[in-house]
């Protein structure tokens, strides 16, 4: 990818520096203190929402780092500081989704780029690319990235990013980072690895040599089901380029969500040890349930991708996807009849949740290659007592059951 002229980013204002991102400390120290040092005029230790559209100027022409709250906002700096620091990355560019994240990664394309994409990923994601960016130009293909050969036979001369999402949403597939960054930069072309699922509280996959990170922060980086928010983890000059696009589009996130996301990680690291020892619990009853024809956990041994998923992360994180006897009719009964899985969409909040993939968040890859199985279902494990989750799955596996 190559910088074209109408996304030269110093066409415009850009925010303040982000401060030093205290890389020499361990996770869950630059979780708290990354970008967070106490507000210099109160002492307060929490970072203050800046709630304001606009900054005073001393001279005409001159800011002390801020000017207008499209372009930055200290808020919104302190948690992308806080975020490059726990990714690895150079710098950290806030959204105020996921997929605006992910629409800016597309925008850095040029008309006749081609993406390789995995063929289990979120359905958003693949819908935004197939309906809308191919209207200008972008092609896109999708391929088993876990499969380094299908991969090596559909990458073509024009192939300027592998999009990967590891674990997978919904399959839970696990893909080799290290492989496919080789093979992009054999190719000229660059990773993008979605960390959404794992989060940097489990999994680096700068460290492992992708380009670029993407999040919804909604989930995990969040964690408490009360923001939505994306952002990019990359180098600086890629930053600087989305940043500039983010200030062109008004792609941003307000400073109250910002403030939300930066409380929440601020748990993350503890939070991800609780929903990974859950959803192996989860995953070990679903496996041994009568009801059960089908569980993917990476986790568990007889996941095709365990020992990969050993190797690239430190814990196997909080989703599981599972399918049941009796095909669509039987899971659609499951997912209505839990009482602590709320059955809604989304991911990664301390409450745990369930929801029907095919109908729900994945509605949009109906009839391509991307579609899932009538028959499956995807858990998000929340943090609550385990006995009690797997208590109301068992009520909800013998209502599904039900003729």
């Known amino acids: 990818m190559t910088p074209s002229d109408h996304s030269d980013p110093t066409d415009d204002a850009t925010p303040a520096d982000q401060p030093p991102a205290v890389p020499d400390h361990g996770f869950a120290t630059r979780a708290i203190h990354a970008g967070q040092d106490p507000e210099p005029v109160t002492g307060a230790v929490t970072v203050p929402i800046f709630q304001t559209s606009t900054f005073a100027q001393p001279r005409v022409g ?9 372009t930055g906002n200290p808020t919104r700096t302190a948690l992308e500081t806080c975020l490059a620091a726990l990714e690895g990355a150079e710098r950290a560019v806030a959204f105020a989704s996921g997929l605006a994240a992910e629409d800016a990664v597309f925008r850095l394309l040029e008309p006749g780029d081609h993406v390789l994409m995995a063929d289990d990923v979120y359905g958003g ?54 492989a496919l960054a080789e ?57 600087q380029r989305l940043a500039f696009l983010q200030n062109a ?49 990476p986790g568990r041994t007889d996941h095709p991708g365990h020992e990969l998923a050993a190797r690239q992360m430190s814990a196997f994180g909080g989703m599981v996807s599972f399918r049941v006897a009796g095909g669509m009719a039987a899971a659609k009964r499951v997912a209505e009849s839990t009482q602590l899985f709320f059955l809604a969409e989304s991911l990664g909040g301390v409450e745990s949740l369930i929801e029907h993939p095919g109908i729900m968040t994945h509605a949009s890859v109906a009839g391509t290659a991307l579609e899932v199985p009538a028959d499956l279902l995807r858990l998000s494990v929340g943090i609550e007592s385990v006995t009690d989750l797997l208590a109301d799955l068992e009520a909800a596996l013998a209502a599904g059951a039900a003729q």
């Open 62 to 70: 001159e800011h002390t780092g801020y000017e207008y709250a499209r």
């Open 125 to 178: 994601t693949w819908r935004q690319i197939a309906q809308v960016h191919t209207r200008f130009g972008i092609e896109v293909s999708a391929v088993d990235l876990a499969d380094l050969d299908a991969v090596r036979a559909a990458l073509r001369p024009t192939t300027r990013l592998l999009w990967a999402e590891t674990p997978s949403n919904p399959l839970l597939k696990i893909l080799d980072l290290a």
């Open 183 to 239: 093979l992009a930069h054999d190719h000229g072309a660059q990773l993008v690895a979605d960390n959404t699922f794992a989060t940097p509280a489990l999994q680096q996959p700068l460290a492992l040599g992708a380009d670029v990170v993407v999040h919804s922060t909604t989930k995990y980086l969040g964690g408490h089901s009360d923001v939505v928010g994306g952002a990019v983890c990359t180098d600086e000059a890629t930053a």
């Open 249 to 297: 589009v008004g792609a941003v996130p307000g400073p109250f969500d910002a403030w939300l996301t930066l409380r929440g990680v601020k748990t993350l690291e503890v939070r991800m040890a609780r929903h990974s020892e859950n959803a192996a619990r989860v995953a070990a009853f679903l496996a041994d349930h009568p009801a059960v024809t089908a569980v993917a956990y």
